[in-house]
């Protein structure tokens, strides 16, 4: 790929939207060159969540992550743990969403051979795998209100037993958690213990949404862009402004991995040295496939066409009158699916389905 950052088309103008390559890939403040690795932003925002993260991680307090589904909270708890004293120790992570009810004091605290129909062998629990590091429970919310004391007893006198054993175990962890609940509706509702929230919710860090940091969103694609292209051995180099531009004003429901999954998307998609991020006309979360395809087939013809006119767009040979449109129209149409009459000109290959 080429060296440089990805460049906008219209380049002359003089868009908000250029990219600073300083600010690519993590986030170096203030010149430090202990990055966040791989968390990527610039905005106010996220400066905002990274000084508390900076803050917090020095010490063993417990943590617990705020925010909407997507914007980053296993990156945060990492960056907790990565300048924390226990950095050189496990990372443990356990989902308490992706956990059967009847699974999950197994998962968590270990189990011994025998201890029910199917645990032939003794397994160790992520308490016991986070020992002296962290362990970071994901959708604590989700978490059988059953199992919730157990844990809260493990977190205050540090100790736990394994399921099928009377042997008392201790452990020394620092705990992050995470949801996308309202923690105190849900003890309003029954549906999660007090005191357990109230022994995580010792240091409360509130992440933004996408659409808070919007700023960050031609670093985010750039960054995506890059990453998924090395990985397809493509070379992508250059994205329409007016496409930042839509892209900019998305709602992002899902937040960043909403966004990653479309630009990895693009790049599969994408065929010449310009990203073709394919979106809907109005601005909304979903990614209509019919349109997807659409586009898909019209960058086909086109490419076709400019091959047999060997990359001329004008003229009475050209491409747009063989296309029937008008040579402003063809050239619109090319930027916007990324075609680049100087690679078919080439004779670059294409991909097309």
């Known amino acids: 790929m080429n060296s440089n950052v990805l460049a906008f088309l219209e380049p002359r103008e003089a868009s908000p939207l250029a990219v600073d390559p300083s600010a690519l890939g993590e986030v170096n403040r203030n010149g430090d060159e202990a990055a966040f690795v791989g968390i990527v932003g610039n905005s106010a925002p996220l400066r905002r969540v990274l000084q508390l993260v900076e803050m917090v991680a020095a010490s063993d307090a417990t943590v617990l992550l705020l925010g909407e589904t997507g914007t980053g909270k296993e990156l945060i708890a990492r960056a907790i743990h990565e300048r924390s004293q226990r950095r050189k120790e496990n990372f443990v992570t356990l989902n308490c969403a992706a956990i059967p009810s009847a699974l999950f004091e197994s998962e968590l605290f270990g189990h011994e051979r025998g201890a029910f129909t199917g ?10 795998l986070a020992n002296h590091g962290t362990l970071f429970l994901d959708e604590v919310g989700e978490m059988p209100m059953e199992l919730q004391p157990k844990l809260l007893r493990a977190l205050q006198e540090r100790a736990y037993e394994r399921v099928g054993s009377a042997r008392t175990k201790s452990v020394d962890l620092r705990l992050v958690a995470a949801t996308n609940c ?3 509706q849900m003890m309003a509702d029954k549906q999660f213990r007090s005191d357990l929230y109230y022994r995580l919710n010792v240091f409360p860090i509130q992440l933004p949404p996408l659409c808070e940091r919007r700023e960050d969103i031609p ?6 862009t890059q990453k998924y292209a090395q990985r397809m051995g493509k070379q992508i180099e250059t994205i ?3 496409m930042m531009q839509k892209l900019m004003r998305w ?7 909403e966004l990653e999954n479309l630009i990895e998307r693009s ?6 040295s310009t990203l073709n991020v394919s979106l809907p006309a109005k601005i909304s979360g979903a990614i209509d496939a019919a349109e997807v395809v659409g586009n898909f087939e019209e960058q086909a013809r086109i490419v076709s066409v ?7 767009i004008s003229g009475p040979n050209g491409a747009a009158l063989r296309l029937g449109v008008k040579r402003s129209t063809l ?12 690679e078919v000109r080439g004779n670059r290959a294409y991909a097309t389905i």
């Open 119 to 128: 645990a032939y062998i003794q397994k160790m629990g992520r308490l016991e």
């Open 182 to 184: 309202d923690l105190e």
């Open 219 to 224: 670093l985010l694609v750039e960054h995506f």
């Open 240 to 242: 329409p402004a007016a």
């Open 251 to 257: 709602d992002w429901p899902g937040n960043v991995r």
């Open 267 to 272: 790049v599969i998609l994408t065929t010449g």
């Open 306 to 312: 400019l091959r047999e006119t060997n990359g001329r």
């Open 331 to 342: 050239l619109d149409r090319m930027k916007k699916l990324g075609i680049d009459a100087r």
